[in-house]
């Protein structure tokens, strides 16, 4: 795996202020790398923030964030952003990802809503992406999410994102439970929606649990252990493209720490089997 294309390397887990506790008393070996939300971090101090800052010190870490609305009507936060900057600086974050979606409104509405799959909307997301990226002076990620409705639909789902990549010239988050999800419930094939990513533009992977609403309706969740048809998709991301750095999300229902790295290991697993060979894609693609 090739720690020049990707900011990390191995597998990695999302830090929760739940498991500080169980980290003190576990070295979480398996662990390369951490993710964060920066919005639950930024300014926290006391016995977090000397925590957090001493993994950060130890440890490789990734900021995903939860609240930029990058499709979202109001003008982007530049406080925000700038607070970002810093924040990243402070404790050395090696990447930045954000939603392709947005939050806002008026004001935050706490949840993802989708972005309307249209060549406008392209286009103003990819301004808005490339703004970002100017004031962070850094590249970031955008990560396909799941959704439920697709309003004033016009593209598919994967040229819009191809698409916003291209304009923006940046980088994907690849959710592998989104596709899931997002097959089930938008009844396509995920295995023809991952041949057509941009395999170049992947910088790491997420892979998480959900919950099964219907037989024809699954909810993105992160609140269970994932199932095995996600755990076939992620092994064919590593087939298709190579081994890419993955990182476990549990956002609730958290589990203790050692059962959470039961599922680390299988990441590492499935890794291993692929670590060293030609992917599919540098085959046939």
Same mark, same amino acid.
């Given at each position: 795996?090739?720690?020049?294309?990707?900011?990390?390397?191995?597998?990695?887990?999302?830090?929760?202020?739940?498991?500080?506790?169980?980290?003190?008393?576990?070295?979480?070996?398996?662990?390369?790398?951490?993710?964060?939300?920066?919005?639950?971090?930024?300014?926290?101090?006391?016995?977090?923030?000397?925590?957090?800052?001493?993994?950060?010190?130890?440890?490789?870490?990734?900021?995903?964030?939860?609240?930029?609305?990058?499709?979202?009507?109001?003008?982007?936060?530049?406080?925000?952003?700038?607070?970002?900057?810093?924040?990243?600086?402070?404790?050395?974050?090696?990447?930045?990802?954000?939603?392709?979606?947005?939050?806002?409104?008026?004001?935050?509405?706490?949840?993802?809503?989708?972005?309307?799959?249209?060549?406008?909307?392209?286009?103003?997301?990819?301004?808005?992406?490339?703004?970002?990226?100017?004031?962070?002076?850094?590249?970031?990620?955008? /990560?396909? +999410?799941?959704? %439920?409705?697709?309003?004033?639909?016009?593209?598919? @789902?994967? &040229? #819009?994102?191809?698409?916003? $990549?291209?304009?923006?010239?940046?980088?994907?988050?690849?959710?592998?439970?989104?596709?899931?999800?997002?097959?089930?419930?938008?009844?396509?094939?995920?295995?023809?929606?991952?041949?057509?990513?941009?395999?170049?533009?992947?910088?790491?992977?997420?892979?998480?649990?959900?919950?099964?609403?219907?037989?024809?309706?699954?909810?993105?969740?992160?609140?269970?252990?994932?199932?095995?048809?996600?755990?076939?998709?992620? /092994?064919? +991301?590593?087939? %298709?493209?190579?081994?890419?750095?993955?990182?476990? @999300?549990? &956002? #609730?229902?958290?589990?203790? $720490?050692?059962?959470?790295?039961?599922?680390?290991?299988?990441?590492?697993?499935?890794?291993?089997?692929?670590?060293?060979?030609?992917?599919?894609?540098?085959?046939?693609?």
């Amino acid at each position: 795996m090739s720690r020049t294309l990707y900011p990390v390397y191995g597998v990695g887990l999302g830090l929760r202020r739940t498991m500080i506790d169980s980290l003190a008393d576990q070295t979480a070996q398996q662990v390369n790398f951490w993710e964060i939300a920066p919005e639950n971090w930024i300014g926290v101090g006391g016995r977090y923030g000397k925590r957090l800052r001493e993994l950060t010190e130890k440890f490789p870490f990734i900021c995903h964030g939860l609240s930029l609305s990058i499709g979202g009507p109001s003008p982007l936060d530049q406080a925000f952003l700038h607070r970002l900057k810093r924040f990243f600086n402070e404790h050395r974050i090696c990447y930045y990802s954000e939603h392709l979606s947005y939050c806002s409104d008026d004001g935050h509405l706490y949840d993802l809503m989708p972005i309307p799959f249209t060549e406008e909307a392209v286009h103003y997301v990819a301004n808005r992406i490339r703004y970002v990226q100017a004031i962070l002076e850094r590249r970031i990620a955008v /990560e396909n +999410v799941s959704y %439920y409705a697709a309003p004033g639909k016009q593209m598919e @789902e994967v &040229d #819009f994102l191809k698409a916003v $990549l291209q304009e923006a010239d940046c980088d994907l988050l690849l959710d592998v439970n989104n596709i899931y999800v997002n097959s089930i419930n938008h009844r396509y094939d995920a295995d023809t929606f991952l041949r057509s990513l941009p395999a170049e533009r992947i910088r790491y992977i997420h892979v998480a649990g959900h919950y099964q609403e219907a037989d024809d309706l699954i909810v993105d969740t992160h609140g269970s252990d994932v199932i095995d048809p996600v755990w076939r998709l992620l /092994e064919k +991301v590593y087939q %298709y493209f190579g081994v890419i750095p993955t990182l476990l @999300e549990r &956002d #609730f229902n958290l589990p203790p $720490l050692v059962e959470l790295l039961q599922e680390v290991d299988i990441i590492h697993s499935l890794q291993s089997k692929y670590l060293g060979q030609p992917s599919d894609y540098l085959q046939h693609g």
